[in-house]
């Protein structure tokens, strides 16, 4: 599947599945070096984070406590410039190390914010990764210590990530195509 039709536009395959799988295996390797011997709360942003998240912590060998908050700074394909979260219960990470599981950093607002609250609650480490960041797209300064892949600022759907709530279950990373030409 090299174009998909999601709602009124084109997409374009752009990182394949396997290349996806590929660059976990990296990631959750050196996260495993990282965090031998300790036990570690990786917290995943959802909705977006949810397959990236699932697929790093199958190649992730230490003990570690999933969980999860909500995050929203967009609708449609723009960021709305503010941040909504739900987080379930109260987020106690006093002394614990913390992994930040993001499917993507584009202007960094969603990040910051959320970075800003895990800080607060006094983890003995935070470790932030994303599986795409867009250099060129970030506003805001934020922490990242591992990015899968580094991307320019087009909008992409995919692999968790959406297009007013379609899109997330394909397989690979897929870009707005330049031509909305549908023989094409």
Do not use: W
């Not at 912590?57 to 449609?76: P, Q, T």
């Amino acid at each position: 599947m090299n174009r998909v039709k999601i709602h009124d536009k084109y997409f374009d395959i752009y990182i394949t599945k396997e290349a996806i799988e590929e660059r976990i295996k990296v990631l959750g390797a050196g996260l495993s070096a990282r965090f031998r011997d300790k036990k570690v709360v990786a917290i995943g942003v959802l909705n977006g984070a949810f397959i990236f998240m699932a697929d790093l912590i199958r190649h992730c060998n230490f003990d570690l406590d999933v969980r999860f908050i909500k995050a929203k700074s967009y609708e449609g394909m723009h960021s709305t410039g503010k941040v909504e979260i739900d987080q379930p219960g109260h987020l106690d990470l006093t002394d614990e190390h913390v992994i930040l599981v993001e499917d993507i950093i584009d202007t960094g607002l969603t990040m910051q914010y959320v970075v800003q609250k895990i800080l607060a609650s006094n983890p003995s480490s935070l470790t932030v990764i994303t599986l795409l960041q867009k250099p060129a797209a970030l506003k805001h300064k934020v922490q990242i210590d591992e990015v899968g892949f580094s991307i320019p600022p087009a909008f992409v759907v995919g692999y968790g990530l959406d297009y007013d709530d379609l899109g997330r279950n394909l397989p690979g990373i897929y870009q707005l195509s330049s031509n909305q030409n549908p023989e094409q």
